[in-house]
């Protein structure tokens, strides 16, 4: 007899809510978690009396009725966990040399701040939106899109835009639409969110962030530990069971029962296995390769990382306010050409200065949050950067990788405040606290490969069935969930805990 019905591993945003959707259906869930805490890119980390986010910025689509806010209903939290709306006339800042643009909640307006600042270009804005609509449209549809071959073909019949688009560049969609250099760069300025230049991005991954965060920009109350603890309130609610310190080493299949074997040699069993870990790691080390078909080996080979970071987490007693920092984010480019910044950013030799980064400060989005003391606020700024430059401490244990990696690591930190003074003078002279993370960072605390931000990276060879976006790899009762399936970032990752764990359900027959 299996101990489980159910075995979750990895606690991220997508393996939370596979876990919570299994066990809200009434299925026995155990959850395993090879760090000290859970939440993944949702756990932050305190420094008294500082917290600190580690991945959670903003959130959109969560006005009543939206489609994150249906999700979080359909998990049962949705009152569990309460938001702040950022600044709905501008949540996010795109800085350029001589030149700001402020995004706000509402495609209209949006349309109208591109059509004031751009009036000569009406035709391509207008051609832009036609192209997204399109594409939006699209997307929802296959929201619900099930069938083979036959199936797929009438889909896309019904939307040919899907045909032209989706396996082509956003540079080529922006070019299209405008030669106008400052408008492309505008269209493109959030390419942090997900961590790919035009010439690289799919078209689709661009177009819903802009979606996504069209509906309006919130960040949760208490920050992302408040937002983690309402899925490991509701699943201890739910009678699931959990582990930290649990790392799995080992997926085998006898029959019909999955068998899990931990670091510390503990083994469980269960009928259905959900794997938030990414499927390079899941595939390529955990699941005992006999059982991994010949074609998913292939794919799990292919699969290139995004790209990863660097982040300086400050504590401050700078009267942020009078420095003209609000809650909105803050998205900074030396040029107008961001697939120039991008290739200076993972070039193998680092630029003098700091041409793009992002600064947003949780403090000022959630003043009673908890984040820091009276009068204080916290920063969190973060610049890409190529794995490459850590690849030689790659192999070093976390917190004893040497005196020439901690000398870098400052360096860097050094550069990146530098850089952020432009926006909050005599920062350097003003920081109660300083930490910095590397790739390598994000490569132990949420094993994420070669210390990508986004899982695989969204490329257009690397979205829809360029990822494991069906949830499975060809092993009955082995379902994978997290950025490498729907794409990177919270929402994508929280959809796929809801879908692949409302297919394990029904494998296991549990009923709605």
Same mark, same amino acid.
């Given at each position: 007899m299996t101990d489980y019905q159910a075995i979750v591993i990895g606690s991220g945003a997508g393996g939370l809510s596979a876990a919570l959707t299994l066990s809200r259906r009434g299925s026995s869930v155990l959850l395993l978690e090879a760090m000290p805490s859970f939440g993944g890119y949702l756990n932050p980390f305190r420094r008294k009396p500082y917290t600190f986010n580690t991945g959670l910025h903003y959130l959109g689509e969560l006005g009543k009725g939206e489609p994150f806010w249906s999700l979080l209903d359909t998990l049962g939290i949705?009152?569990?966990?309460?938001?702040?709306?950022?600044?709905?006339?501008?949540?996010?800042?795109?800085?350029?040399?001589?030149?700001?643009?402020?995004?706000?909640?509402?495609?209209?307006?949006?349309?109208?701040?591109?059509?004031?600042?751009?009036?000569?270009?009406?035709?391509?804005?207008?051609?832009?939106?036609?192209?997204?609509?399109? @594409?939006?449209?699209?997307?929802?549809?296959?929201?619900?899109?099930?069938?083979?071959?036959?199936?797929?073909?009438?889909?896309?019949?019904?939307?040919?835009?899907?045909?032209?688009?989706?396996? @082509?560049?956003?540079?080529?969609?922006?070019?299209?639409?405008?030669?106008?250099?400052?408008?492309?760069?505008?269209?493109?300025?959030?390419?942090?969110?997900?961590?790919?230049?035009?010439?690289?991005?799919?078209? @689709? @991954?661009?177009?819903?962030?802009?979606?996504?965060?069209?509906?309006?920009?919130?960040?949760?109350?208490?920050?992302?530990?408040?937002?983690?603890?309402?899925?490991?309130?509701?699943?201890?609610?739910?009678?699931?069971?959990?582990?930290?310190?649990?790392?799995?080493?080992?997926?085998?299949?006898?029959?019909?029962?999955f068998q899990i074997e931990t670091e510390a040699g503990e083994k469980y069993t269960a009928r259905v296995v959900i794997s938030d870990v990414d499927p390079v790691l899941t595939l390529g080390k955990l699941v005992d390769p006999q059982m991994v078909p010949s074609k998913v080996q292939n794919k799990v080979k292919r699969l290139r990382p995004s790209v990863g970071a660097f982040w300086a987490f400050i504590g401050t007693d700078l009267d942020l306010p009078s420095l003209g920092i609000t809650d909105a984010n803050i998205h900074h480019y030396d040029d107008f050409d961001l697939?120039?910044?991008?290739?200076?950013?993972?070039?193998?030799?680092?630029?003098?200065?700091?041409?793009?980064?992002?600064?947003?400060?949780?403090?000022?989005?959630?003043?009673?949050?908890?984040?820091?003391?009276?009068?204080h606020h916290t920063v969190e700024i973060f610049t890409f950067i190529d794995y490459s430059h850590f690849e030689r401490w790659a192999n070093s244990p976390s917190m004893k990788r040497g005196e020439e990696y901690e000398r870098f690591k400052e360096q860097m930190g050094q550069r990146l405040v530098k850089a952020a003074e432009r926006y909050i003078p005599g920062l350097s002279e003003h920081m109660k606290h300083i930490e910095y993370a590397t790739p390598l960072s994000n490569e132990y605390w949420v094993n994420?490969?070669?210390?990508?931000?986004?899982?695989?990276?969204?490329?257009?060879?690397?979205?829809?069935?360029?990822?494991?976006?069906?949830?499975?790899?060809?092993?009955?009762?082995?379902?994978?969930?997290?950025?490498?399936?729907?794409?990177g970032g919270i929402m994508a990752c929280v959809a796929s805990g809801v879908l692949a764990g409302g297919r394990a359900a029904s494998l296991l027959g549990l009923k709605l």
């Open positions: 949705s009152d569990k966990v309460s938001f702040v709306e950022l600044d709905p006339d501008g949540f996010d800042r795109y800085i350029f040399p001589d030149y700001e643009f402020r995004f706000c909640k509402g495609k209209e307006r949006f349309r109208e701040r591109l059509m004031r600042d751009f009036p000569k270009e009406e035709r391509g804005i207008k051609r832009f939106f036609n192209v997204f609509d399109k @594409i939006m449209k699209a997307m929802d549809a296959s929201m619900s899109q099930e069938g083979g071959l036959f199936s797929m073909l009438g889909f896309l019949l019904k939307h040919p835009s899907m045909i032209k688009y989706s396996r @082509i560049p956003y540079q080529k969609l922006l070019d299209e639409v405008t030669s106008d250099r400052r408008l492309q760069a505008v269209l493109n300025a959030h390419c942090g969110t997900y961590g790919l230049p035009p010439a690289r991005a799919s078209v @689709i @991954i661009p177009l819903s962030v802009w979606s996504h965060y069209l509906a309006g920009a919130y960040y949760p109350k208490g920050g992302s530990g408040a937002f983690r603890d309402a899925f490991l309130n509701a699943l201890k609610s739910n009678g699931a069971e959990m582990k930290s310190r649990s790392r799995v080493v080992r997926i085998e299949k006898r029959g019909n029962e697939n120039k910044i991008y290739d200076t950013l993972n070039a193998s030799t680092l630029p003098e200065g700091v041409p793009g980064y992002f600064l947003t400060s949780p403090s000022m989005k959630d003043p009673n949050g908890g984040h820091a003391p009276q009068n994420a490969v070669r210390g990508g931000c986004y899982g695989p990276e969204e490329t257009p060879d690397q979205v829809g069935p360029g990822r494991f976006s069906s949830f499975t790899a060809g092993i009955e009762g082995l379902f994978l969930v997290g950025a490498g399936t729907l794409g």
